[in-house]
């Protein structure tokens, strides 16, 4: 068993849409929690950066991380086709410690 | 540039030569990371430099897979007698403190082993 999972999809949406995406993971000790996003052939860039459990509002992005659950999303809300990339949730255990990606969801908004 | 930097950006290499990858981090920044990215995969850690702490190298998957990083800056990841899987996309990222979540990345490296 991997370390984070994620649904690779593809994901197909509409314009508007509202976006879910979600990685489990199974070890506990994962605290620090992120969501990268990745354009086609470009290195991934940074969202959301949240720690523990909760919620974190950013513009359109929402992350929650529910840790009792293991399980971490990313919501994207009045999706746009500029919003079509790969989705990479990543963890870490301490602040100091190596980050964690997971495989990736692909995203397409259609206009 | 500001940017993190990697070279080459392309390598097109055969089966049992040794290659090396470059990256230039942002000035400054205390951590440095490589991944390796294949076809349509997430990313896979490799190694994590942090200041002057001993790397973590407990994602090299073979002995054949090497990295340095002098003086703190600039970081070289080698790999011995290349082989076919060995074929994917090297990025590199750089943190200003690794006690924050953002990581810098380079465009990659993209190796091709024939």
């Known amino acids: 068993q991997k370390e984070v999972e994620q649904d690779p999809g593809p994901l197909s949406v509409p314009e508007g849409a509202i976006v879910s995406l979600n990685c489990t993971y199974s070890n506990s000790a994962f605290q620090y929690f992120m969501w990268y996003r990745q354009y086609s052939r470009k290195g991934p860039e940074l969202l959301m950066y949240t720690y523990s459990s909760g919620n974190k509002e950013d513009g359109r992005f929402t992350a929650q991380v529910d840790k009792s659950s293991k399980y971490i999303s990313l919501f994207i809300r009045d999706s746009q086709p500029s919003d079509s990339a790969t989705y990479l949730c990543?963890?870490?255990?301490?602040?100091?410690?190596?980050?964690?990606f997971g495989p990736g969801t692909s995203l397409s908004v259609i206009p | 540039g500001a940017g993190v930097s990697q070279s080459p950006s392309n390598k097109v290499t055969e089966k049992g030569k040794d290659v090396e990858l470059r990256c230039d981090p942002i000035s400054g920044h205390t951590a440095l990371y490589w991944y390796r990215q294949s076809l349509g995969q997430g990313l896979e850690f490799l190694i994590y430099?942090?200041?002057?702490?001993?790397?973590?190298k407990s994602g090299l998957p073979s002995d054949r897979f090497s990295a340095e990083r002098t003086g703190g800056s600039v970081s070289t990841l080698t790999i011995q007698r290349t082989q076919q899987e060995d074929s994917a996309v090297y990025l590199c990222a750089s943190s200003l403190a690794a006690d924050t979540g953002e990581l810098f990345f380079g465009e990659g490296s993209r190796l091709t082993v024939l």
């Open positions: 990543a963890m870490k255990k301490t602040s100091y410690d190596k980050v964690i």
């Open positions: 430099f942090q200041g002057n702490s001993a790397p973590d």
